[in-house]
């Protein structure tokens, strides 16, 4: 009797333990970035973007939904979000502008950054191809525009350098994994600016880009934590619900 009792506590404890387990969810953010840096002798400019992949997975589902991932069958995720950050330098002043931008389809945020007769133009697939920077937005080209720069996407580093009035390139991706790295860019003797992808906590990253101006202390303008792994319920609903 004994024994059949101690099992039927047993039976019980774990009953409660699976329908307790089976209230609960696990949040995961797999984060990532992907940015380009265009400069000359007057001003950098970054167009950074960063996405937002968000898993919202049942307890006693966290095992398998971790081996089906780990064998390639990656799961839609719950919520997908990004955003593009656009940071404008120069000698007197940091603008910073931010554009949510939408992911479905794949590959339909800006591309393909080039200056061009004093603009900045891109591939923007939501907003019918060719577009330009409007200091604040991206906006579609006109059509003679269209027609004059639709090569656009074929223009390498040296060819912007040749045909953008001193202009250069350099594009970047931070992610899991990466090992930590840095890159400075010099704008003629006006100013200096560092961007930093370095370990945080957790196996998240952290892209940083600081400015050194001649005669003055190095001062942080941007960062931003590249999550990768499991939040609480707060930290995960403010990423997909709250405004950046």
């Known amino acids: 009797m004994r024994a059949r009792a101690i099992a039927a506590i047993a039976a019980a404890i774990l009953v409660t333990a699976v329908v307790t387990a089976a209230r609960f969810n696990i949040y995961l953010i797999l984060d990532g970035s992907a940015g380009t840096v265009l400069w000359n002798a007057e001003e950098a400019d970054f167009f950074v973007g960063i996405r937002h992949i968000g898993h919202e997975v049942n307890s006693l589902r966290f095992p398998w939904f971790l081996a089906k991932n780990y064998l390639g069958a990656v799961e839609e995720p ?9 940071i404008r330098v120069t000698s007197s002043a940091v603008e910073r502008h931010v554009q949510k931008l939408s992911y479905d389809p794949p590959g339909s945020g800006p591309a393909m950054y080039t200056p061009l007769e004093g603009h900045v133009y891109a591939n923007c697939p939501e907003l019918g191809g060719l577009c330009r920077w409007a200091g604040d937005r991206f906006e579609p080209a006109t059509p003679e525009e269209r027609q004059r720069f639709d090569d656009i996407g074929r223009l390498t580093n040296k060819d912007i350098e040749n045909r953008a ?51 003055r202390s190095s001062e942080k303008i941007w960062d931003v934590d590249q999550r990768w792994g499991t939040v609480n319920k707060k930290e995960y609903r403010h990423v997909f619900q709250d405004p950046e």
């Open 165 to 215: 009035d001193g202009w250069s390139k350099r594009s970047f991706q931070v992610g899991p994994g990466d090992s930590d790295d840095m890159f400075t860019i010099e704008v003629s003797n006006r100013f200096r600016l560092s961007a930093s992808d370095r370990a945080g906590q957790n196996g998240d990253r952290i892209l940083s880009i600081n400015l050194q101006r001649p005669d």
């Open 78 to 86: 719950d919520n997908d979000r990004g955003s593009l950050v656009v």
